[in-house]
Nanobody
Framework: QVQLVESGGGLVQAGGSLRLSCAAS????????MGWYRQAPGKQRELVAV???????NYADSVKGRFAISRDNAKNTVYLQMNSLKPEDTAVYYC?????????????WGQGTQVTVSS
């Protein structure tokens, strides 16, 4: 069981930056991967960025070069640094934690934080 709490969302002008934080309820060493997803009105929830327990990262093509995911294991926190924000980045951003056992993967979700980018 993992509880996740996001923070850092808000309103920003196009071209600006925000940093989202996701605090986990237990050590992220025990979590296989953590990531950020987002969901805009009328759209499916989509993957934004993932960081594994080995610190490898992957990004959606739409955010490559602009967003960076990182983690601080001592603080049980994952971050999403968002630069050069565009109006199309507007969405609710959700933190995700994935754990894996012999048969299944399990996904845990935070409550979401709103990011609004104005033009």
């Amino acid at each position: 069981q993992v509880q996740l709490v996001e923070s850092g969302g808000g309103l920003v002008q196009a071209g600006g930056s925000l940093r989202l934080s996701c605090a986990a309820s237990r050590s992220i060493f025990s979590i296989n991967a953590m990531g950020w997803y987002r969901q805009a009105p009328g759209k499916q929830r989509e993957l934004v960025a993932v960081i594994t327990s080995g610190s490898s990262t992957n990004y959606a093509d739409s955010v490559k070069g602009r967003f960076a995911i990182s983690r601080d294991n001592a603080k049980n926190t994952v971050y999403l640094q968002m630069n050069s924000l565009k109006p199309e980045d507007t969405a609710v951003y959700y933190c995700n934690a994935r754990t894996v056992d012999a048969l299944l993967s399990y996904d845990y979700w935070g409550q979401g934080t709103q990011v609004t980018v104005s033009s």
